[in-house]
């Protein structure tokens, strides 16, 4: 258990559709960082934040947008679902702003029909 | 931007040595990590590479060399639980960091 939890473990939803999943980061770590992973295209970063503020952005697509609370708890937003956005979904938090040891939740399977 | 490459599968004997290649064409380099992922669950850190150089810890190791753009995952004394896809990602520096991952390498352990 890394100490990562995310929600949900599953979701199924259709296209055209808007879904949110939660992250909430390992006690002390102020950077969490979102990852999507499909079978033909690995584990790709979408974005980071640190303490509120976003730090990063990799291939992260117009119709997602991610924030980071206070509480320091993150969520990724995804809106006009296509069948291509189905993938994994990895949280991953760290200590400080740089990517040195990343540790990462158990991921939520999206599935869009 | 950054290029990773690491070869899609690799098997090996249980109780012996394996060496995982990854090279890696980037701006901006700082560091590469590797990254241990059994199939429908999360990544495990392994390491992370920022010097030239060796680093043992344990069973496995990793070398980095900055020059030449590579580096490799040494699994010694293998064992069945080893199987799983091993990734290497590179970190760039110059204000904000981002991480690349490869595609992974699938190692399966056989008898």
């Known amino acids: 258990d890394s100490g990562v939890t995310q929600t949900p473990k599953h979701l199924i939803t259709a296209t055209g559709q808007r879904v949110t999943l939660r992250c909430s980061p390992r006690?002390?770590?102020?950077?969490v960082y979102w990852y999507q992973q499909s079978l033909d295209q690995g584990l790709q970063f979408l974005i980071q934040y640190y303490n509120g503020e976003e730090r990063a952005k990799g291939n992260i697509l117009e119709r997602f947008s991610a924030q980071q609370f206070p509480d320091l708890h993150s969520e990724l937003n995804l809106s006009s679902l296509e069948l291509g956005d189905s993938a994994l979904y990895f949280c991953?938090?760290?200590?400080?702003?740089?990517?040195?040891?990343?540790?990462f939740g158990p991921g939520t399977r999206l599935t869009v029909t | 931007g950054q290029n990773i490459d690491q070869p899609t599968e690799m098997t090996a004997t249980e109780g012996a040595i394996v060496q995982i290649n990854c090279t890696y064409q980037?701006?901006?380099?700082?560091?590469l990590f590797w990254y241990q992922q059994h199939a429908g669950e999360a990544p495990t850190f392994l390491s992370y590479n920022v010097l030239d150089g060796l680093e043992e810890k344990g069973r496995f190791s990793s070398f980095l060399s900055r020059s030449k753009g590579y580096s490799y995952l040494l699994l010694k004394e293998l064992q069945m639980k080893d199987s799983a896809s091993y990734l290497c990602a590179a970190s760039n520096s110059g204000g904000y960091q981002k991480v690349t991952f490869g595609t992974g390498t699938k190692l399966q352990v056989i008898p």
């Open positions: 006690s002390g770590d102020l950077s």
């Open positions: 980037t701006s901006g380099f700082n560091g």
């Open positions: 991953a938090s760290s200590v400080g702003d740089t990517a040195y040891e990343q540790y």
